[in-house]
């Protein structure tokens, strides 16, 4: 499944001319993924790793994109591909949609294969279905369990990953000066570069989260590490076997699966839609990716 092509076409024409500044541009080639509403920009023209945080600050600030991150794509030195996200956090849905990409790519309709990711310190096992739409992946299991105080007494569940923690915060979404707070408690807890406030509610889940290295914090649609989160945390008090959770957000649904023995967590997967447009190319200040 793709985007049809009068939506390309249009964010084609948008993103070519949004550029403001003078000089000569900087001209980058992209595929826009929508896992769950969670809109993701893929950088798939080479640029400097030191240049990552820079090119994605530029591609989240155009509107019309409507990015909520940016995934890198390189090529290995033995010609396979991996993904390297804008901070070199790790993402669930970056990480399922570029495997999904990548059967794209390959021409299949269905593919079981592997991913190297930013964030994860192995292969992730992923099946992307082009058929139906969706993309399933074995997500990194959480490193621990911790308990945050974020006021003089709000407790809440922290689950840490690598490359990413994300703090459980039952009941409906806060205001300004709670996320803040929180984010601030959760940066001293899990010095990991990237931090997520999942606002949990039943079923229903709201998503923020700041990246360090771009200084961004994004409400998101839908977020799959804070997805497998809100399950790791859902199923803390149960021993044994496997735990599903379908959780509703802004864009979309996300299920994850927890699969325990013992009451240890052995096995954690994550699926759902799965949309990428065709490739575009668009223009950015020279002088905005030079300056870090």
């Not at 929508?34 to 809109?39: L, Q, T, W, Y």
């Not at 996200?85 to 593919?111: H, I, T, V």
């Not at 399933?136 to 003089?152: C, F, H, R, W």
Request: charged residues 25%; proline residues 5%.
């Amino acid at each position: 499944m793709i985007y049809q092509k009068g939506f390309t076409d249009g964010l084609q024409k948008a993103a070519v001319s949004g550029r403001t500044g003078g000089g000569d541009p900087l001209r980058i080639k992209i595929r826009i993924a929508d896992p769950a509403g969670n809109i993701t920009v893929f950088v798939t023209t080479p640029v400097d790793r030191e240049k990552y945080p820079a090119i994605a600050r530029q591609i989240l600030a155009r509107k019309e994109l409507k990015g909520e991150q940016v995934g890198f794509i390189e090529k290995t030195e033995q010609g396979s591909f991996r993904m390297e996200m804008m901070g070199g956090e790790f993402c669930g849905n970056a990480s399922r949609s570029f495997a999904y990409l990548l059967c794209q790519m390959a021409g299949k309709d269905r593919q079981e294969l592997e991913v190297e990711v930013s964030g994860s310190p192995v292969p992730l096992k992923v099946i992307a279905d082009r058929t139906e739409g969706t993309s399933q992946i074995d997500m990194p299991l959480p490193k621990s369990i911790e308990l945050v105080q974020t006021g003089s007494k709000d407790v809440f569940h922290m689950v840490i990953f690598d490359g990413i923690c994300h703090l459980i915060v039952p009941g409906k979404p806060r205001g300004k000066e709670f996320v803040e707070n929180a984010l601030a408690r959760a940066r001293e807890a899990c010095p990991c570069g990237a931090w997520g406030i999942m606002f949990l509610e039943e079923d229903r889940m709201v998503p923020a989260v700041y990246v360090e290295s771009t200084d961004s914090l994004i409400w998101e649609s839908s977020c799959a590490s804070g997805s497998m989160a809100a399950a790791v945390y859902l199923s803390r008090e149960e021993k044994e076997g496997v735990f599903a959770y379908t959780l509703f957000q802004p864009g979309g649904r996300i299920r994850g699966e927890v699969r325990k023995k013992d009451g240890r967590i052995l096995r954690c997967t994550l699926g759902g839609p799965v949309k990428i447009s065709e490739e575009m190319e668009i223009e950015l200040e020279n002088g905005g990716v030079d300056i870090i």
